[in-house]
C-alpha cells in the first residue's frame, strides 16, 4: 500500500526496534466494549493508527524518541499521563497480560521488557496480576515452562502478586500443574468463550481443586500480524512500501479503581522490529 502524505509530516529515522504506546484507550473512540465477547483486534489497531496520528502529525506538539545507539524509535501517547499518583496505588488493582506472537528463542527477554516498559509507563513497582498468553500455533511446554520461571522470579522478588495464564484448556493446563519446575501455581487461566456459561465443566472443576480462577476474556492469540501493523505505519507514513515490521510482544494493562468499580485507564505497550 502506498504510504499515506501528511501535509505536515515529519521526518521519521529509520529504525530497527519500535516501542508504541497506544496511551488510555478510554478516553479516546477506540474502545471496544462493545466487542467484549468477539475475539477482535479491532480496539489495538485502532489504538495504534490513532497513536501515531495525535503523536507524530498533531500540529503544534510533533513527538517521538530515537535512541541512536540501538536505532530504537519510541512513540509515546503525548496526550495524558498514564503514571499513577503514589497516594492512589493502594486503591487501584494493575492488571497485564503479554501475548507472544511467534516462536523467538529469546523469549524470557519479552518478559523482562515487558515489566521495564510498564513499569516506566505507570510509574509503579508492583503489578497486580500479570497474564501471560502464547500463539496457539506454537505452544509447547518447553515454551511455557520457560517463561514461567521468569515470571516465578518476578513473584518471589514481590514485582508480582498474581500469575495467570490464558487458553490452557483442561490438558494442558493438567499437564502444566504436574509439572515439577513449576513453583508457583497459576492463579488464573483466562478462557476464550462467547458466553461465559460455556466454560468446560472439567476445567471446571480441575480450577476449583487447583484454587485456579478460570475467567472469560475476548482477546485472540494473533492480536497483531506483520501485515497490519506495516501497514498501519506505512499509513501514517512511518516506513516506506519496501519495509516491514514485525511485532515482537503486544502487552496489554488495565488500571482498575477497586472501590468504584471502574476501569480508568486501558492501554496496550507494542515492540516490534523492522525486518
Known sequence: MP?????????????????????????????ANKYWNRKSNTELVQAIS???????????TPSYRYFTENELLEVPDIRLSSRIHPDDRDDVEVTAKLFYLGQDHNQATH?????YHLQKLLDVKLIDTFIISFDNNDINLATIEKSWKDLEAYHEQGVISKLGVSDFDFKTLSDFLQKESVQVKPAIDQ?????????????????????????????????????????????HGVINEMTQVKPRWVLKYDVFFKRRSIVADKGYIVVGDSL
Open 3 to 31: 504510504t499515506q502524505l501528511f501535509t505536515n509530516q515529519i521526518a521519521i529515522p529509520t529504525f530497527r526496534q519500535l516501542v508504541l504506546y497506544t496511551g488510555n484507550v478510554m478516553l479516546t473512540a477506540t474502545t
Open 191 to 235: 478462557i476464550h468463550v462467547s458466553q461465559c456459561s460455556s466454560l468446560p465443566q472439567d476445567l471446571i472443576n480441575l480450577g476449583k481443586q487447583h484454587q485456579i480462577e478460570i475467567t472469560f476474556n475476548g482477546d485472540t492469540t494473533d492480536i497483531l500480524t506483520t501485515e497490519v501493523l506495516t501497514t498501519l505505519l506505512s499509513q
Open 111 to 115: 518478559i523482562d521488557r515487558a515489566i
Open 50 to 60: 490513532d497513536t501515531l496520528k495525535v503523536s507524530l502529525y498533531e500540529p503544534e
